[in-house]
């Protein structure tokens, strides 16, 4: 198959690439100008050079192509980047497949996360049909990722659907999106673990559902990529068992969470600089977001690794970059 991959540089992205390739597809990869990593693509991989605020770029990189994978898009839980993750996860998504439908592309595969999926507020777990309801938190990471996943999955021009990653471990997190957590137990933090909880991934686990999703996943469907379902107390003490540290016991008060957000968005403010902590982060993860991976299971053969040798990985692939 002929797939083009965005976001290839980043840490989904670079995996997949090399996993593509490894399976004899041709992929070709949308790189931004000056991105120093684009040459660790390797030489089997074709490269367009653009983003996704270029429409010519896009209609080069989609000319020919069977397949699009958009792994691209904007993280950030910091007020001042609104309109930016509009800009790029919206705006930009909907660029994508607009040339991708010209292009006459067949499949268009949307690296979503589990911030499309609604908190639970039950007992069990949730599951894809959870209904979104951060609307009243103003999360823009979560708005904007919701917007660009139900247009790809509602667009009846192509087959759009999106596979919806937990946090995810693995090496080539280049933006610290989950290793900062191992980060932060390495020196000595955090002073506690929040109140809420999460759905874990692993890198191959996830690299492997996009794989499957991309031929044998259902238009208009979305699938969760997890498998670990834990609270962020059980996550720490995970991380600190793998590097050797003592454990965080203290669970903060969502309240607590809240007034070190406030207080990390008034220093960010000084400084100019994104803070690592805000209060949108508070309200994320006071809350519980795990997530059945059955359905991926059942459709896509998706399967569960142990989590800890990716956290020993992880682990000593961000220590030889401290």
């Known amino acids: 198959m002929r797939v083009l991959v965005t976001g290839s540089t980043g840490m989904i992205g670079s995996h997949l690439v090399r996993a593509l390739a490894a399976e004899g597809h041709a992929v070709r990869c949308l790189v931004r100008r000056h991105t120093e990593r684009a040459e660790a693509l390797g030489p089997a991989v074709e490269v367009v050079l ?17 397949a699009v ?14 309109d930016e993750l509009h800009r790029v996860n919206v705006l930009g998504t ?13 499949r268009f595969l949307f690296t979503s996360s589990i911030a ?12 894809e049909e959870t209904p979104y ?33 937990g946090i995810t471990f693995g090496e ?10 191992l980060l932060q137990v390495a020196r000595g933090g955090p002073l506690g673990c ?13 690299v492997a559902g996009h794989l499957s999703a991309l031929v044998r996943g259902r238009p208009g469907e979305r699938y969760v990529l997890g498998g670990h379902l834990l609270t962020f107390q059980e996550l720490y003490q995970r991380i600190a068992t793998i590097l050797g540290r003592p454990a965080k016991a203290r669970v903060l008060s969502p309240s607590l969470l809240r007034w070190y957000g406030r207080l990390a968005l008034i220093r960010g403010a000084l400084t100019g600089k994104e803070p690592e902590f805000t209060p949108e982060l508070a309200e994320i993860s006071s809350r519980d977001r795990r997530y059945s991976s059955q ?28």
């Open 116 to 127: 499309t999926l609604g908190f639970v507020t039950s007992a069990a777990p949730g599951d």
């Open 133 to 165: 309801n951060w609307q009243s938190a103003g999360i823009g990471y979560f708005d904007t990722k919701a917007q660009a996943e139900a247009m790809v999955r509602t667009e009846p021009r192509i087959e759009g659907l999106s596979v919806n990653p």
């Open 194 to 206: 929040p109140p809420g909880a999460t759905t874990v991934a692993t890198i191959e686990d996830v």
């Open 172 to 181: 080539r997190d280049v933006h610290k999106n989950a290793s900062r957590m």
């Open 50 to 66: 653009g983003d996704l605020g270029d429409a010519g770029s896009l209609r080069r990189a989609v000319r020919g192509m069977e």
């Open 295 to 322: 359905r991926a299971e059942a459709e896509l053969g998706y399967r569960v690794s142990p989590l800890e040798p990716c956290l020993a990985r992880t682990w000593a692939w961000a220590r030889a970059r401290m």
């Open 94 to 106: 909907r660029a994508l497949l607009d040339a991708a439908i010209e292009a006459s592309v067949r």
């Open 69 to 82: 994978v958009h792994t691209a898009g904007v993280v950030s839980y910091w007020a001042p980047r609104r």
